[in-house]
């Protein structure tokens, strides 16, 4: 049966979804949504197009105001009204009325929590100068904004290259601002694999954003001349006249933690397949909330919108005693910045060694996103990480312009229908010149992972290029190998490759390269069947490049 009175803190995409649904499941339930901001459901995801000015109208990234959640809904929203305690034996909610400073008592049937995650702040020396920003409101873009107009800042850094930080990075570049961004990682979108992360960097450095890896912000400081210096570990100084910090969110759990409810190994909340805490009146969703990785099976923070609004469902649905789990996350991810796209899905392979998961097989590939022969046709690189035993795809990343997206959604679609490369091989996918090709990415990735598999084109490892005693043969083209191959590599061009076999060794094994693996898996499969050990360096130079960058 359902509750009589359901209240949600928070709501905005958790929180405004558990809402929503539930008014859909249930005309009868009384909903309150409190939410200490001045807005619920604002666009958060649009707030670093709004401060670079592609959003030009603040109203935009208002998605629904509190009268249409009453008119729509007969839903109550009381915005600036924080949530202070909750008191579990007697089922209140401590609130406090931000402008009057009143508090009060609300009682609860079920409880939502949806509270989200807050930006990194670390203590820094001079950390609250003036000009130090974090992203996570309305009202914080607008105070970017602001800045930016009044004080015409010509140089910003931006702290963290993840997701936020690219995007930061790009709209601060659109309003004409020199920007440097400090990343304690060695390489930009800590998420991705290293190699992968390699084809963000250089576009970055392409358009002329300035780059300090492998180092950590130490204290801010006023500069003489008015703007801020950021001092760093490595003991370089930025000068600055904006700062973004973008170093990650930390989830919302003072309310769940005072509470008593329990707090898993992430520091997150701890929720079960219905979203529900320990507590079976208190569900807590989005943000905030430790969820499992459907591929390592471990307990993860995944700070991501779309798994937030599916969690906020799934508590509805429990709440209003429907059978429903949340199966999980996957990390699916896409970030866009100076016409580049990063997404991936599922595990990568850092993931992997971190969970202690091996018994993997990678492959790389360089394909475009639609046929050559159509104008536009670019080159999208592409990872897929699949399982020895069974071919199971375990996680993909692709680096590229147009196309890129819809490749890691079909695979992460995909693999939560527990698909293998085998699927991904057979996969039927729309095809016209300007959208694909009739052997799509898709169908390639697959392909060439069910080729290793089936034993047609073993893969030499990247890891072992520089300690290899193998023989190196690139079967590229002697104008492509010179201007730039593997050290030690001997080029045999393909189309010579079967008279030339004799200048080969039979007691060797053979790894063999060229732009992009297709011509070294033909060249792959010649050697074998004339008895030679020929092993495929999945990706090719391209790939050689990526792990070896100038
Ligand atoms: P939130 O959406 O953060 O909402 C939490 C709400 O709870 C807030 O309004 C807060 O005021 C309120 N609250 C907290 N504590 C209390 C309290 N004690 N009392 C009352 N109210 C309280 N995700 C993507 O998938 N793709 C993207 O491109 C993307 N871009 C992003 C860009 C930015 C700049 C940011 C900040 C986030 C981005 N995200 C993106 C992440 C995405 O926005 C979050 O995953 C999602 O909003 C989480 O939803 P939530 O309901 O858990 O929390």
């Known amino acids: 049966m359902a509750a009589k009175r359901v209240v949600i803190v928070g709501g905005v995409a958790g929180g405004a979804s558990c809402a929503a649904r539930l008014r859909r499941m249930d005309e009868t339930a009384e909903i309150l949504i409190l939410d200490r901001g001045p807005y619920v459901s604002f666009a958060n995801c649009g707030l670093p197009y709004y401060v670079g000015n592609v959003i030009q109208q603040e109203?935009?990234?208002l998605l629904a105001s509190p009268a249409?959640?009453?008119?729509?809904?007969?839903?109550?929203?009381?915005?600036?009204?924080?949530?202070?305690?909750?008191?579990?034996?007697?089922q209140t909610l401590q609130v406090r009325e931000q402008e009057s400073g009143r508090e009060y008592s609300q009682p609860y049937d079920a409880l939502v929590l949806s509270?989200?995650?807050?930006?990194?702040?670390?203590?820094?020396?001079?950390?609250?100068?003036?000009g130090i920003f974090t992203l996570r409101s309305v009202p914080d873009s607008r105070a970017m904004r602001a800045w930016i107009e009044d004080r015409k800042p010509r140089k910003a850094v931006v702290v963290g290259g993840g997701f936020i930080g690219l995007e930061m990075a790009e709209n601060l570049v659109h309003r004409g601002l020199e920007v440097t961004i400090v990343e304690m990682a060695a390489q930009v979108m800590p998420p991705l694999d290293a190699e992968m992360a390699e084809y963000a960097r250089q576009r970055l450095l392409e358009r002329g954003v300035k780059l300090a890896l492998s180092d950590a912000v130490s204290a801010f400081e006023a500069a003489p001349n008015g703007g801020l210096l950021v001092q760093t570990k490595s003991g370089a100084a930025y000068e600055a006249e904006m700062v973004v910090l973008a170093i990650g969110v930390r989830p919302e759990t003072g309310l769940a933690r005072a509470a008593g409810l329990e707090i898993g190994e992430r520091s997150g909340i701890r929720v079960n397949e219905q979203m529900r805490t320990a507590d079976p009146r208190i569900w807590a969703v989005g943000d905030a909330v430790e969820v499992r990785n459907r591929i390592t099976g471990q307990w993860e923070l995944i700070p991501l919108a779309g798994p937030a609004n599916r969690q906020?469902?799934?508590?509805?649905?429990?709440?209003?005693?429907?059978?429903?789990?949340?199966?999980?996350?996957?990390?699916?991810?896409?970030?866009?910045?100076?016409?580049l796209t990063a997404a991936m899905t599922g595990a990568t392979e850092k993931s992997l060694r971190h969970a202690g998961i091996d018994g993997y097989h990678c492959v790389y590939l360089h394909p475009a996103q639609h046929v050559g022969y159509y104008p536009g046709a670019q080159a999208m690189h592409l990872k897929l990480l699949f399982r020895k035993s069974d071919g199971r795809v375990l996680g993909?990343?692709?680096?590229?312009?147009?196309g890129v997206a819809r490749r890691i959604d079909v695979i992460s679609t995909a693999m939560q229908m527990k698909a293998t490369v085998y699927d991904l091989e057979e996969a039927e996918l729309c095809y016209a010149p300007q959208f694909g090709a009739a052997k799509d990415a898709v169908n390639m990735a697959g392909m060439?992972?069910?080729?290793?598999?089936?034993?047609?084109?073993?893969?030499?490892?990247?890891?072992?290029?520089?300690?290899?005693e193998?023989?190196?043969l690139d079967v590229r083209e002697p104008g492509e190998f010179a201007v730039g191959a593997i050290p030690g590599a001997v080029n045999i061009p393909l189309g010579q490759l079967r008279a030339r076999l004799g200048e080969l060794p039979r007691e060797r094994e053979i790894w063999v390269n060229c732009a992009v693996g297709q011509r070294a898996y033909y060249a792959c499969r010649i050697l074998a069947q004339h008895g030679l050990q020929a092993k495929n360096l999945s990706g090719g130079f391209g790939t050689y490049r990526a792990l070896h960058p100038l």
């Open 115 to 130: 509270p989200g995650a807050a930006p990194i702040c670390p203590p820094w020396p001079g950390v609250d100068l003036p």
């Open 68 to 90: 249409l959640f009453r008119e729509r809904f007969n839903i109550e929203v009381r915005t600036r009204h924080e949530v202070l305690c909750i008191d579990r034996a007697a």
């Open 59 to 61: 109203s935009k990234l």
């Open 448 to 468: 060439i992972a069910a080729n290793v598999l089936r034993g047609d084109a073993e893969l030499a490892p990247w890891a072992e290029i520089g300690s290899t």
């Open 312 to 339: 906020g469902r799934v508590a509805a649905d429990a709440i209003c005693g429907r059978e429903v789990r949340f199966e999980g996350v996957q990390a699916t991810a896409v970030c866009g910045f100076f016409d």
């Open 396 to 402: 993909a990343q692709a680096v590229g312009g147009e």
């Open 470 to 472: 193998a023989f190196l």
